[in-house]
C-alpha cells in the first residue's frame, strides 16, 4: 500500500512540475475517500438505470447540455432563467423523485449490513409454522379448483398496519376452511385482500396499492397489480389465486410468479419463514479459527 501510494505520489510531483501545478499530498485517507464516492457514484448510476428516473434523467441531461451551449455562447438571458431555476429545479426533483427515493432508502434500510459482519451467532425464529404453509398451500390450491379468488398477505419485517386498518379485525389462527370460508363468493368478508401475521389472521377485507409499473401484463387484473403493489411498499409475500383461471401465482419484492405449482408456492414459503441458521461472517470466523485451532493440536499430539 505505501509502495502504491509512493507511485501516486511521484506521477503527481511529475505532472506538477510539467503542467505548473501546485503540489497535492495523496494519503491513504484520499485514497479510501475516491473509491467511497466511485461506489456511490456507481450505485446511484445503477439505481437510475434500473427505474424509470432513467428516462427523466436524460430529459435533464438534455436541458444542461442547452444550459452548456448557452454558456459558451453567453446567451445572458437563457442563463439567467437557468440560474434563478435552480433552488426550484433541485426541490422538483425532490418531488418528481419521492417514490424511487423512497424505494432506494428502504432498500438500503433492508439489506442490514452492520448485521452481516456483526452477527454473533444468533438464529433467527421463525415467522410462522410449518403447520401454517401447509394450510396456506391446501386453502390456496383448494380455492383454485373451484375458482374463488383470492388475495393472501404474508407480512415479514415490515408491518402492514397501514393496510391492516382498512380492513376488518379478524385475529384467528391461520387453517384452510378459515381462508376458504373468507373468500367464499357473495360473503362479508370475500371481498380485498387478508393480512397474516405470524400463524394468526389479523385483518380481511383490506385495500392493498395498485401497482403502476409498465412491465406487467396487460391482462393482469386488478388483484394482480394489488399483489404487486403491496410487494413493492414492503417485504412481504402475496398470493393470488384467479377467479377467472383459478391459477394460483405469488408476488414478492415487486415481480410476480404466475400460474406456479404447489412445489414452488411452498418452497417461496419456507425461504420467508427464515428457519435456516443465519451466521455472521465474524461468527463464521471464529468458528473456522476454532476449527483450525484444533486441527494444529490434534496434529502436534
Known sequence: ?????????????????VVGLPDISISVVDIVEILIIAVLIYH?????????????????????????????????TILWVAENTLNIGLIALVIIFQPELRKALEN???????????????????????????ELVKACYAMGKVKTGALIVIEDTILLNEYVRTGIDVDAIVSSQ???????????????????????VISATCYLPLSDSLSLSKDL??????????????????IIVSEETG?????????IYRDI?????????????????????????????????KNSENLNK
Open 108 to 134: 438500503i434500510g433492508g439489506k442490514n449490513i452492520l448485521g452481516k459482519f456483526f452477527d454473533f451467532g444468533k438464529t433467527e425464529a421463525p415467522k410462522f409454522s410449518d403447520r401454517t404453509i401447509d
Open 261 to 293: 405449482d404447489n412445489d414452488f408456492l411452498r418452497k417461496k414459503l419456507v425461504e420467508l419463514q427464515h428457519v435456516e441458521k443465519t451466521e455472521g461472517k465474524l461468527t463464521r470466523f471464529k468458528r473456522r479459527f476454532k476449527n483450525g485451532k
Open 247 to 255: 391459477a394460483v401465482s405469488l408476488a414478492y419484492m415487486g415481480r
Open 178 to 200: 378459515l381462508l376458504i370460508n373468507i373468500f367464499e363468493k357473495n360473503t362479508p368478508l370475500h371481498d380485498g385482500a387478508v393480512i397474516i401475521r405470524g400463524d394468526r
Open 1 to 17: 500500500m505505501e509502495d502504491f501510494i509512493g507511485m501516486l505520489s511521484a506521477f503527481n510531483d511529475n505532472v506538477s512540475t
Open 44 to 76: 446511484v448510476l445503477l439505481w437510475i438505470k434500473s427505474t424509470r428516473a432513467w428516462t427523466l434523467f436524460k430529459g435533464i441531461l438534455v436541458i444542461l447540455v442547452f444550459v452548456l451551449i448557452a454558456a459558451i455562447f453567453q446567451m445572458s
Open 221 to 238: 387484473g386488478t388483484r394482480h397489480r394489488a399483489a404487486v403493489g403491496v410487494s413493492e411498499n414492503s417485504d412481504s409475500m402475496t
